[in-house]
């Protein structure tokens, strides 16, 4: 029934998305339950295998685990393979376990379009704790920021990570940095990036509200620092909680989502005028060939919008 709902959400028929905003008001005072922590990281840090193994001390403190798995899509044929469960074998079969992979399609920031919606969905279905492991774009892996309470990077070590991401505005939003593959001949590697960067985090400005981000490794595959890791989650959890920052990050993040919602509301309107599309085209015949500055056709079709809003 879950999956029906998301894939109802999901949906762009004019039908489903009647139905869908109904079962959206229906389940909202059932929802915001659930601690919702985002997880990213380069391709190839290993997000799947951690989220497996660190699913597993989710489920050992007694705790209905949901995870949101948002795969790449193709910018030729628009699909996504969408092998989450495949890479999560054991946590896909663990009971009290819901995985569920979406495709990014056009959607930027490493999220798919009806994740916000897919994230209620399963609060009001009892899951205490949401993932959302997210495609890993690099500098566009931001919009999973503005929809969780706890956002985790992943980093590779040796790879450049450790810091180059210094220089990226994704590690400027995290709670902690978790350097993954800990383990055998990459141990020394590890505990070097850890180092370069505590001593980088320095050149960050801290969050107001008394948090501090915390840096570790971790091995997935020996199961090592996970438990560490979760305490972190539980120690963010309350202090937020305690310091108040949690209402209000929820509140702004929901005010960020009417705001979102209103702008698609007002491109699909716009996509149906006959004007308005018959100015676009021509506009952007006349950009594409030089005739017009890109700013200066903007200005036309905001004139466009402007008369299609009056009439």
């Given amino acids: 029934m879950l999956s029906q709902a998301i894939t109802l959400v999901e949906s762009s ?47 050992a403190r007694g705790k209905r685990l949901a995870v ?26 663990a009971p009290g376990v819901f995985i569920r992979p979406s495709p990014a399609a056009h959607f930027l920031g490493g999220v798919a379009g009806a994740t916000r919606e897919a994230m209620l969905l399963c609060e009001a279905a009892g899951f205490e704790v949401i993932f959302i492991e997210t495609v890993g774009v690099g500098q566009s892996e931001t919009a999973v920021r503005g929809m969780v309470d706890f956002f985790l990077l992943l980093l590779l070590a040796g790879a450049g990570d450790e810091l180059q991401a210094i220089k990226k505005g994704v590690i400027e939003m995290a709670d902690a940095l978790v350097i993954t593959k800990a383990d055998g001949d990459n141990q ?29 490794t971790c091995s997935a595959q020996e199961n090592i620092n996970l438990d560490e890791i979760w305490s972190v989650l539980q120690a963010h959890e309350k202090l937020s909680r305690e310091s108040g920052w949690f209402m209000r990050n929820r509140q702004q993040q929901n005010l960020q989502w009417m705001n979102e919602a209103f702008q698609a509301l007002v491109q699909q309107h716009l996509a149906h005028l006959p004007a308005f599309r018959q100015a676009n085209e021509e506009l952007r015949g006349q950009v594409q060939t030089g005739m017009l500055s890109p700013v200066s056709a903007a200005l036309k079709l905001w004139h466009v919008f402007q008369q299609a809003a009056q009439s």
């Fill in 188 to 216: 020394a590697k590890a505990s070097q990036a850890k180092a370069d960067l505590m001593q980088a985090r320095q050149l960050l400005e801290a969050p107001g509200w008394g948090w501090s981000v915390p840096v570790l």
């Fill in 13 to 59: 028929r004019p039908q489903d998305q009647a139905l869908a905003q109904q079962l959206l008001n229906d389940i909202m005072p059932k929802s915001g339950t659930a601690y919702r922590v985002g997880i990213t990281g380069v391709p190839g840090v290993g997000k799947s295998t951690f989220i497996e193994a660190f699913g597993q001390r989710v489920l």
């Fill in 68 to 93: 949101l798995a948002i795969d790449p899509s193709s910018a030729k044929t628009k699909g996504s393979i969408l092998g989450d469960k495949t890479r999560m074998e054991q946590l896909a079969r």
